[in-house]
Protein backbone atom coordinates (compact mmCIF):
# COMPACT_ATOMS: atom_id res chain seq x y z
CA UNK A 1 0.00 0.00 0.00
CA UNK A 2 1.05 3.12 -0.88
CA UNK A 3 -0.21 6.49 0.39
CA UNK A 4 -0.02 10.08 -2.08
CA UNK A 5 -0.08 13.93 -0.94
CA UNK A 6 0.58 16.24 -3.51
CA UNK A 7 1.54 19.90 -2.67
CA UNK A 8 2.70 22.48 -4.58
CA UNK A 9 -0.25 23.96 -6.62
CA UNK A 10 -1.61 27.44 -6.38
CA UNK A 11 -2.41 30.65 -8.86
CA UNK A 12 0.22 31.82 -11.24
CA UNK A 13 0.33 34.10 -14.35
CA UNK A 14 0.62 33.09 -17.76
CA UNK A 15 4.41 32.16 -18.08
CA UNK A 16 5.69 31.47 -14.66
CA UNK A 17 6.11 28.69 -12.75
CA UNK A 18 5.87 26.21 -10.29
CA UNK A 19 6.95 22.96 -8.85
CA UNK A 20 4.41 19.85 -7.33
CA UNK A 21 5.86 17.78 -4.91
CA UNK A 22 4.05 13.66 -4.11
CA UNK A 23 4.85 12.88 -1.07
CA UNK A 24 4.97 8.87 -0.67
CA UNK A 25 4.63 6.79 2.20
CA UNK A 26 4.03 3.37 2.59
CA UNK A 27 5.98 0.76 0.83
CA UNK A 28 9.30 1.50 -0.68
CA UNK A 29 8.67 4.40 -3.30
CA UNK A 30 11.56 3.50 -5.36
CA UNK A 31 10.02 0.44 -6.93
CA UNK A 32 7.25 2.21 -7.81
CA UNK A 33 6.64 4.37 -11.50
CA UNK A 34 5.27 7.64 -10.72
CA UNK A 35 2.82 9.39 -13.02
CA UNK A 36 1.33 12.99 -13.17
CA UNK A 37 -1.86 13.73 -14.27
CA UNK A 38 -4.57 16.53 -14.38
CA UNK A 39 -7.99 17.27 -14.87
CA UNK A 40 -9.33 20.57 -15.92
CA UNK A 41 -13.39 21.33 -15.59
CA UNK A 42 -15.94 19.78 -17.97
CA UNK A 43 -12.62 17.30 -19.33
CA UNK A 44 -11.45 13.76 -19.37
CA UNK A 45 -8.16 13.26 -17.12
CA UNK A 46 -5.31 13.62 -18.68
CA UNK A 47 -1.43 12.03 -19.00
CA UNK A 48 1.10 14.39 -18.16
CA UNK A 49 4.52 12.92 -17.05
CA UNK A 50 5.78 9.80 -15.59
CA UNK A 51 8.78 8.27 -14.47
CA UNK A 52 10.24 5.01 -13.85
CA UNK A 53 11.35 3.08 -11.59
CA UNK A 54 15.24 1.65 -11.34
CA UNK A 55 16.26 3.34 -14.85
CA UNK A 56 14.24 6.76 -14.10
CA UNK A 57 13.21 7.14 -17.97
CA UNK A 58 10.95 9.54 -18.52
CA UNK A 59 7.56 10.22 -20.59
CA UNK A 60 5.70 12.90 -21.38
CA UNK A 61 2.45 14.18 -23.05
CA UNK A 62 3.30 16.46 -26.37
CA UNK A 63 1.46 19.57 -24.53
CA UNK A 64 3.73 19.35 -22.04
CA UNK A 65 7.15 18.43 -23.25
CA UNK A 66 9.73 21.14 -22.95
CA UNK A 67 7.92 23.14 -20.39
CA UNK A 68 7.65 20.30 -17.60
CA UNK A 69 10.11 18.31 -15.90
CA UNK A 70 9.76 15.07 -13.69
CA UNK A 71 12.06 13.92 -11.06
CA UNK A 72 12.25 11.59 -8.14
CA UNK A 73 14.32 11.71 -5.08
CA UNK A 74 13.78 8.17 -3.68
CA UNK A 75 15.32 8.94 -0.49
CA UNK A 76 13.14 11.20 0.69
CA UNK A 77 10.27 9.10 -1.00
CA UNK A 78 9.20 12.24 -3.46
CA UNK A 79 8.06 12.96 -7.01
CA UNK A 80 8.09 16.60 -8.21
CA UNK A 81 6.69 17.92 -11.57
CA UNK A 82 8.60 21.38 -12.64
CA UNK A 83 5.92 23.16 -14.39
CA UNK A 84 7.99 26.25 -16.58
CA UNK A 85 6.30 28.24 -18.92
CA UNK A 86 3.02 28.05 -17.73
CA UNK A 87 0.09 28.38 -20.02
CA UNK A 88 -4.12 29.26 -19.89
CA UNK A 89 -4.77 25.72 -20.85
CA UNK A 90 -2.07 24.32 -18.01
CA UNK A 91 -4.90 25.07 -15.54
CA UNK A 92 -6.20 21.82 -13.25
CA UNK A 93 -6.22 19.41 -10.45
CA UNK A 94 -2.71 17.85 -10.84
CA UNK A 95 -2.56 14.02 -9.43
CA UNK A 96 0.49 12.04 -8.68
CA UNK A 97 -0.30 8.63 -9.43
CA UNK A 98 1.94 5.39 -8.43
CA UNK A 99 1.88 1.64 -9.77
CA UNK A 100 4.91 -0.84 -9.64
CA UNK A 101 3.54 -2.73 -12.48
CA UNK A 102 2.68 -0.45 -15.56
CA UNK A 103 5.14 0.03 -18.17
CA UNK A 104 6.21 1.80 -21.41
CA UNK A 105 2.90 0.74 -23.48
CA UNK A 106 0.36 1.78 -20.77
CA UNK A 107 2.90 4.44 -18.78
CA UNK A 108 -0.04 6.89 -20.07
CA UNK A 109 -3.01 5.13 -19.17
CA UNK A 110 -4.40 6.39 -15.37
CA UNK A 111 -6.90 2.86 -15.08
CA UNK A 112 -3.36 1.13 -14.76
CA UNK A 113 -1.94 3.06 -11.76
CA UNK A 114 -3.35 1.77 -8.62
CA UNK A 115 -2.53 4.39 -5.93
CA UNK A 116 -3.29 7.74 -6.13
CA UNK A 117 -3.35 11.19 -4.31
CA UNK A 118 -6.13 13.51 -3.50
CA UNK A 119 -4.88 16.26 -6.35
CA UNK A 120 -3.37 19.58 -5.91
CA UNK A 121 -5.33 23.20 -7.61
CA UNK A 122 -2.69 24.73 -10.54
CA UNK A 123 -4.78 27.88 -11.79
CA UNK A 124 -2.91 30.05 -14.43
CA UNK A 125 -4.30 33.57 -15.09
CA UNK A 126 -3.67 36.25 -18.09
Known amino acids: QVQLVESGGGLVQAGGSLRLSCAAS????????MGWFRQAPGKEREFVAA????????YYADSVKGRFTISRDNARNTGYLQMNSLKLEDTAVYYC???????????????????WGQGTQVTVSS
Open 26 to 33: GRSFSTYT
Open 51 to 58: ITWGTSDT
Open 97 to 115: AADRFVNGRSIDQGVKYDY
